[in-house]
Structures are given as C-alpha cells and as structure tokens.
Nanobody
Framework: QVQLVESGGGLVQAGDSLRLSCVDS????????MGWFRQAPGKEREFVAA????????VYADSVKGRFTISRNNAKNTVYLQMNSLKSEDTAVYYC???????????????WGQGTQVTVSS
C-alpha cells in the first residue's frame, strides 16, 4: 500500500534553494498523481504543486510559479519539489499526497505523508 515519506526540509536563508523528496515505501507511486501541499502555523493547508501520473501535466499555486518545480521519477517511486528563491512566506510544513488524478484540492488526494518542515529566514 501507499506509504509516503517526505524529506529534504530544513532551515535556509531567503533566496536559497531546497529540494524536497517524497518516497513511497510501498513502491506504488507510479499508480498515482502526486501533489505537494503546505501548512503554516494557524493557517489552512495550502496547495503548492501537483503532477500527473505520467508527468505530462503540472499545476502550481500562483505564489510559487516560476520558483518551484515538481517532478517525479516513477522508477524510484519518488516525487520531488525543487524550491528556488525561497521566501520567508514559504515557511511551512510540506506534505506530499497521492491520488487518482492531479488536483489543486486536498480532498482529492487519498494518501498523505507526515510532512517535512521548511523554515526560511529573512
């Protein structure tokens, strides 16, 4: 079954880059569209990026367009989120999710990882 584990978070300065990874230990990531969401303290879960099962389509939140890139390597059962030009407002816990189709709505996803903390200082 799907078991998602995020990694790659940390503390960085504004303008720096991070690459998050999401690995499916169940080795079934190729069967799902994947998404990244984030949640800052006191705020609701926010859509970040999503990618289709075949990696042919992606969608991004306006706040991260041009800075973040979602990609996947189905052979490695891994989805990535490359984050460049990080801003303090990017600070949040980042979650990866799996679902039948890629979507900006968190309710469309069936499986979630535990999250990885990203902190961006100014």
């Amino acid at each position: 079954q799907v078991q998602l584990v995020e990694s790659g978070g940390g503390l960085v300065q504004a303008g720096d880059s991070l690459r998050l990874s999401c690995v499916d230990s169940g080795r079934t990531v190729s069967n799902y569209a994947m998404g990244w969401f984030r949640q800052a303290p006191g705020k609701e879960r926010e859509f970040v990026a999503a990618i289709s099962r075949g990696a042919g389509s992606t969608v991004y939140a306006d706040s991260v367009k041009g800075r973040f890139t979602i990609s996947r390597n189905n052979a490695k059962n891994t989805v990535y989120l490359q984050m460049n030009s990080l801003k303090s407002e990017d600070t949040a816990v980042y979650y990866c999710a799996a679902g039948p189709t890629y979507s900006t709505f968190y309710s469309r996803y069936d499986y979630w990882g535990q999250g990885t903390q990203v902190t961006v200082s100014s």
